[in-house]
């Protein structure tokens, strides 16, 4: 178990439980705390999204799961004395950020024991609008231990249930039931009701319900007196509906019930009235009714209708004006500029919430119809959020923001001219959470905190309550202290048990929320059955689980055979939730493993024994076989495995399972087939398996025809394709079905094996066949199965073993008649592109699947935690784009097909997400511990799930190397990353360079990509071991020496303190003894003297620093010069065609050298420009053609000089030494290898000297002794 290093008294905790599959996974702790030290955590409830708390809620039912806290360090405890106000500023600032509270398991053992706060579950909504037909139910449900029990207040008063006989309380619920089946009045029950849950560890709260029935008054009778207008003029009919609750929905018909027409120039307002732009006189063609329909009652209300007179200048309604160019003119209605009818003026104001909807609307007169536009005043409108209505009459902006405020304007015009009015937006909030506060599950000695922030326009303010009670008016606890939206527990004990309500409101609204502080002293126990065996494979890979449970959290420790260190590192490795992980099973694993759980309460362990077997492998496989028709074939299996498991041993055929029948034998390592057929050929599986593992071999199988004496001339030709089916007829036609016969083609000397039924229809693909049946070659006719509402034609393929014929010609069409689908579109998937959006796709049914004309896709959607009322839309393609969703919350998705016959089943829901936003937190306490020289271990606190924003992909470190401790070395500042999936706390960040100093970031990744980077972190890894030296070179100028040169290394990794050189000789098999050299970290170059001309030699050489020698990196000298002639040299020199080449090159040599000699006592000109590097002087003599006249007096005799194997000729006493051109005496070499070495004189008549004695043993050296 890796234990992290911190203070005494601080722990470092990492839990994560879960429930999975039935296995309760353990929680797992790190700490180190003192002895008799009482721990403290400061632990705040995790921010859960909303389809996190729809599976807790639904887990709680069927399934325990644990949620583990996270603490990233130790609270500073606070001296007893009331503070000054700084100092509450100053610890509010260094509060960490903490993991979520512990759930309790629902495992009835622990459940029964473990005391719990009441919590409500579940509750009516804020306003309850009720139907008065119906009996009342006012929702309100609690869970805790011991079970709570309820109570309401009623306007703030008790509501004494018992005294009024129509009101009762479900059995083991806070639900009310207001009974009205033995009289009474809805009415007398309006009010605002709270429910209290109460158990002896504290009070929780609903919200306060405000109980409204629902109401749909009559309309006043009224008699209407028509109203007179001028065709032309504007006119408004006015709705006003009778006030209903909640209001009702308003629509204009005539009263014979035929809705009026609407259009730019008559249309309806948001307030319900009727608007004419200007009046025509086929206005007074029908009368106008304005209805109300009121939701809960289902009732339609009609007001008397209004009938017009239109006083006209042209009185004849001809119907062939309404389409004139110019029909005003026409009718002899003058043209007029636009004005206002709703709202008034030319400007106005509006209020709307955030999150709602705000509808801004411009009605204008005006002949002709005045055309409406819409603009924001500094900028556009927001084209996501906003649309069009009422032709263009309203505009309508989605899920309002505070950036949405500002003044909006509507032009209204026409070829007469134009007005426009401003309506000036104000954007407030009802309060909305921040941080909301969590239920707190604290050990005896513990901190804590909790938090409750809300934001709203105004501002709004904070109100603490504890078990219903204003904090102000409780007992007075030591362990508290309230810190404006904070409060801080401190050395929490068991009497501190209660539950906590923030009330935060302003004149918009308010919001109320419970929180528990419980405090639980539970030793700890395992929740696992005890003893569990646990067989896997050897050189497999498993995980032992120990699920446990205690408060304060435990720590889990792994032990094997009861004996031995804590198990962690090598071979075994234990994940964050406790797991142990063996990457590799041996052998020597197997035994009893113990897991230890301890907190300060005591300990409790568990056992699991692992049983490691042998794998199951086949050492016998089947082989590919070809055989002949008749034959018996035997295919061989044979296997090993581990005594203690049940074999099984199966066969596939072309990867289905294998029927055996009578021709067929299965024996334990074998299966043999008699009498082989065409239709055995194929490939056979064998399938090897145990209860733990299985292995696979695959054979194939190829039969071959009788190759029978042929009888007549016939049998002898060869095989071909057969020839296409002809004459296809349909026959027993049938509502789902029609039998299709056809005559054979020629076979052409290979029987037909196969015919494929192919169709085609004409509405989805024209043109595109698809195989429909296959049928056995003996057969000629055939029912097949059709589909609803298809225009079939068919074709027919015949198939022998030579292959396919060419298709039939078609059949005559048929089609099918129509049905309801009878499935539903697959593979349906909600995903976001966008943050905004939630673009739901599916696979199209095909024609085969329509079953009717028109099919199309029911499309439904609704947020899956609020279960409101489905949406839905018709589609005719394969996608759908939902807007103005909120970022990456859950949806429930249901696409039905429909045709012209009906729809399809209903659907099963799928689960979709909404798209995703860039997270907007960066991890906090981000904590670098240095490993080593080349890695640093990273630790930091989770972030809210809410500021994901997504899926949590991975935490990801940005880390750049910034400087190197060694002066005047350049280093890369490219950025590197290391990434860390999951929601991990903890991680490696390896592959350093050592001796530099680093910077580092975390951020947050989710679908979307990164969020904001976090503080940036400072390291320094230290001194490391350098790397290989660079370019080492091995280069043996003659038999006597061999010089090494190299480079220093790419990365020193700290300071140089020199180089470590091990040589040996070798010759063959044969090693000598190894020779260690060490240098200066300056020295670049070595010569070794050799001490046997015959052995090679192989060096390694590494740098050293402080830490260590780095890595090595190994050569080896090159093979002497004339080892091919020593060995050979017996054998050529007695071979005479090497004697007479040996004469010739004598020959050849000795006339250029009389030539040389000739030349030079006439002084000859060799062009040399190009051969030395020395510049020339002026004294030089020169000719044109670049050329230098030597002469007997400038130049030495030729004596003693001499061809050396290489070619090249030393000179014993030149006055233009190589020295004058280098830096010293000793060889170098170039970077390539070239050599570019200095000699002495002394140097030179000494390697000549010994090139003299080494080249007597060369039969070439001999015959340049005699030239």
Not at 69 to 96: I, K
Not at 220 to 231: A, F, G, S
Not at 1140 to 1147: D, S
Request: some cysteine; charged content about 25%; proline content about 8%.
């Amino acid at each position: 178990m890796n234990q992290t290093m911190a203070p005494s008294g601080e722990r470092l905790i990492d839990l994560c439980a879960i429930w999975d599959a039935g296995v309760y996974l353990p929680s797992a702790a790190w700490n180190r705390a003192s002895s008799g030290v009482a721990r403290k955590r400061l632990n705040e409830a995790e921010k859960l999204s909303a389809v996190q708390e729809a599976q807790l809620k639904r887990l709680e039912v069927t399934r325990p799961r644990v949620l583990g806290s996270r603490e990233q360090g130790q609270v500073p405890r606070m001296a007893r004395q009331p503070p000054p106000p700084w100092v509450h500023a100053a610890f509010l600032l260094c509060l960490l950020s903490l993991g979520g509270a512990i759930e309790i398991p629902m495992d009835p053992s622990i459940q029964n024991e473990l005391t719990q706060p009441p919590t409500i579950t579940k509750q009516s909504a804020k306003d309850h609008i009720v139907d008065p037909r119906d009996n009342i139910l006012i929702e309100c449900e609690a869970k805790g231990n011991p079970a709570p029990s309820f109570h309401w207040t009623r306007n703030s008063r008790f509501f004494n249930i018992a005294k009024d006989p129509r009101v009762s309380m479900r059995r083991r619920s806070g639900t009310l039931v207001i009974d009205f089946r033995s009289g009474g009045r809805p009415e007398e029950y309006e009010g605002e009701y709270q429910c209290f849950a109460r158990n002896k560890f504290g009070t929780a709260l609903s919200n306060r319900i405000r109980l409204q029935v629902s109401k749909s008054p009559l309309w006043p009778k009224e008699n209407l007196d028509p109203v007179v207008v001028q065709e032309g003029a504007p006119l408004t009919l006015q709705c006003n509906p009778p006030p209903g609750l909640p209001s009702p929905v308003i629509f204009w018909m005539s009263s014979s019930m035929e809705p009026i027409t609407q259009d730019k120039r008559v249309s309806q307002g948001h307030n319900g009235d009727l608007y004419f732009s200007n009046v025509m006189l086929q206005d007074m063609q029908t009368d106008y009714s304005c209805n109300a329909r009121f939701h809960f009652t289902h009732t339609i209300q009609q007001k008397n209708p209004f009938t017009l007179k239109v006083l006209t200048n042209h009185p004849y309604n001809d119907s062939s004006l309404r389409n004139h160019p110019d029909m005003y003119s026409a009718r002899g209605v003058a043209e007029r500029t636009p004005s206002f009818m709703y709202p008034q003026g030319t400007a106005s104001s509006q209020m709307v919430l955030r999150g709602m909807d705000l509808l801004l609307e411009c009605i204008a007169s005006g002949v002709p119809t005045p055309d409406i536009a819409w603009y924001k005043k500094g900028g556009d409108l927001p084209s996501d959020k906003a649309k069009f209505e009422n032709f263009n009459k309203a505009l309508r902006i989605t899920n309002v923001s505070e950036e949405d405020s500002g003044e909006y304007f509507c032009l209204a015009s026409n070829k007469m001219g134009s007005i426009r009015h401003t309506i000036s937006v104000r954007v407030k909030a009802a309060p909305y959470w921040l941080d909301e506060p969590k239920n707190l599950i604290l050990a005896p000695g513990e901190d804590g905190r909790l938090v409750c922030r809300a934001n709203g326009n105004p501002k709004p303010t904070v109100q603490w309550m504890v078990n219903g009670e204003p904090l102000q008016s409780a007992p007075p606890n030591p362990n508290r202290e309230v810190a404006g939206d904070t409060i801080i527990f401190r050395d929490t004990q068991i009497s501190s048990r209660a539950v906590y309500q923030c009330n935060t409101s302003n004149e918009h609204g308010y919001l109320l929320a419970n929180a528990f502080v419980s405090v639980l002293d539970v030793p700890p126990r395992m929740l696992s059955p005890r003893n569990q065996l646990i067989r896997v494979i050897l050189y497999n890979r498993t995980r032992l689980d120990c699920p446990f449970f205690g408060s304060p959290i435990p720590t889990l420790r792994w032990f094997k055979n009861g004996q031995g260190s804590n198990l962690d590192g090598g071979n075994y490795h234990v994940y964050e939730n406790g797991s142990l992980e063996i990457k590799m099973i041996r052998k020597e694993d197997q035994g009893i493993y113990t897991c230890v759980a301890t907190n300060i309460l005591g300990k409790a362990e568990n056992q699991v024994r692992l049983e490691v077997k042998d794998p199951t492998r086949i050492y016998r496989m089947p082989e590919d076989q070809v055989a002949r028709r008749g034959t018996t074939v035997q295919l061989e299996c044979r296997v090993k495995h581990d005594p203690s498991l049940k074999l099984t041993v199966s066969w596939l055929k072309d990867d289905e399972p294998l029927y055996i029948g009578n021709r067929m034998k299965k024996e334990d390592d074998s299966l043999t087939i008699f009498g082989v057929a065409e239709r055995d050929q194929g490939s056979y599986t064998c399938v090897a398996s145990t209860e733990l593992d299985q292995d696979l071999a695959k054979a194939y199988l190829t039969v071959l025809a009788d190759q029978a004496t042929p009888t007549n001339r016939l049998a002898a030709l060869p095989k071909g394709r057969p020839d296409r089916p002809r004459d296809l007829e349909l026959t027993d036609l049938a509502e789902r079905s029609v039998r299709l016969t056809w005559i054979p083609g020629d076979a052409n000397n290979s029987p037909i094996t196969d015919y494929v039924v192919q169709f085609e229809e004409d509405q989805f693909q024209p043109g595109v066949w698809h195989d429909h049946s296959k049928y056995p070659g003996s057969v000629n006719s055939a029912v097949l199965r059709l589909s609803p509402y298809v225009n079939y034609q068919f074709r027919v393929i015949a198939i022998n073993e030579v292959g396919s014929s060419h298709p039939s010609l078609p059949s005559e069409r048929y089609r099918t008649s129509g049905a309801p689908p009878e499935s539903n579109p697959g593979d349906v998937k909600g995903e976001g592109t966008r943050k905004n959006n939630m673009e739901i796709t599916w696979t199209p049914m095909n024609a085969t699947s329509a079953f009717g004309p028109n099919l199309r896709y029911i499309v439904k959607w609704r947020r899956r935690e609020t279960r409101e009322a489905w949406n839905n839309v018709t589609v005719w393609g394969s996608r759908y784009v939902v807007g103005q969703t909120p970022v990456y919350v859950p949806y429930e998705i249901r696409v039905q097909a429909e045709n012209d016959f009906g729809k399809g089943p209903e659907p099963e829901s799928v689960i979709g997400y909404s798209g995703e936003d860039y997270p907007r937190a960066a991890p906090t306490e981000v904590k670098v511990r240095v490993m080593n020289s080349t890695a640093i271990s990273l630790q930091w606190n989770r972030v809210y799930s809410d500021t994901v924003q997504g899926q949590l992909r991975e935490y990801r470190a940005y880390y750049w190397r910034e400087s190197s401790l060694l002066k005047n070395l350049w280093v890369s500042q490219k950025r590197q990353q290391a990434s860390f999936p999951g929601d991990r706390l903890r991680g490696v960040v390896s592959r350093l360079f050592p001796y530099s100093n680093y910077k580092l970031e975390m951020v947050v990744v989710n679908g979307r990509g990164d969020g904001p980077r976090s503080e940036t972190k400072e390291f320094t890894t230290p001194e490391g071991v350098p790397s290989a030296p660079r370019r080492f070179r091995v280069r043996q100028p003659n038999l006597e020496t061999i010089n090494l040169e190299w480079d220093h290394p790419e990365h020193p990794n700290g300071i140089m303190i020199g180089y470590t050189l091990k040589y040996v000789a070798f010759n063959g098999t044969k090693v000598g003894k190894q020779i260690v050299e060490n240098f200066s970290p300056n020295q670049t170059k070595f010569t070794v003297q050799r001490t046997d001309p015959v052995s090679r030699y192989r060096f390694t050489l590494s740098a050293r620093t402080q830490v260590g020698s780095g890595e090595a990196v190994t050569e080896e000298s090159p093979a002497p010069p004339n080892e091919a002639y020593t060995n050979n040299q017996a054998d050529i020199a007695t071979q005479g065609w090497f004697i007479g080449l040996m004469c010739a090159i004598a020959l050849l040599v000795l006339i250029l050298l009389i030539v040389c000699f000739i030349k030079r006592s006439r002084g000859g000109k060799y062009p040399v420009r190009e051969k030395k590097d020395v510049p020339l002087g002026p004294e030089d003599p020169k000719e044109e053609d670049g050329s230098f006249d030597y002469s007997d007096e400038d130049n030495k005799p030729l004596q003693g000089s001499q061809t050396s194997l290489d070619g090249t000729i030393k000179q014993q006493e030149s006055d233009d030494s190589l020295v004058d051109y280098g830096e010293g005496g000793e060889g170098q070499f170039n970077e390539d290898g070239s050599f570019i070495g200095q000699y002495t004189v002394k140097k030179d008549k000494e390697e000549t000297e010994g090139n003299e004695s080494s080249e007597a043993t060369s039969p070439v050296n001999a015959i340049y002794s005699l030239a």
